[in-house]
């Protein structure tokens, strides 16, 4: 089981950049694949990015490839997502989500989730 604390969020120019991290605590962290979501009120939360358990692997939504990065660093229990170019519509509550040698980029299969960070984009 894992505990997972999102930050980073705040409020951006279009074309600037944001930096999110999602630390866990619990143990084993390096055995849980990690993705971020993002949900705007009284829409869908929607996959953004993914990364396997070694970080090896990554998957990314259409409408952020190239301009999103995600990593992960085990040692430090810790998943980032690294947003360059933002653009009004990546404006959104993010959240990352972990579960057990989970990749994935539904959202039902991930069993643990941060409460959320805020990002603004503004035009």
């Known amino acids: 089981q894992v505990e997972l604390v999102e930050s980073g969020g705040g409020l951006v120019q279009t074309g600037g950049s944001l930096s999110l991290s999602c630390a866990a605590s619990?143990?084993?962290?390096?055995?849980?694949?990690v993705a971020w979501f993002r949900q705007v009120s009284g829409k869908d939360r929607d996959f953004v990015a993914a990364?396997?358990?070694?970080?090896?692997?990554?998957l990314y939504a259409d409408s952020v490839k190239g301009r999103f990065t995600i990593s992960r660093d085990n040692a430090k229990n810790t998943v980032y997502l690294r947003m360059n170019s933002l653009k009004p519509e990546d404006t959104a509550v993010y959240y990352c989500?972990?579960?057990?040698?989970?990749?994935?980029?539904?959202?039902?299969?991930?069993?643990?989730w941060g409460q959320g960070t805020q990002v603004t984009v503004s035009s």
């Open positions: 989500a972990a579960d057990h040698y989970t990749w994935s980029t539904r959202a039902d299969v991930y069993d643990y």
């Open positions: 990364i396997t358990w070694s970080g090896a692997s990554t």
């Open positions: 619990g143990r084993a962290f390096s055995n849980y694949g």
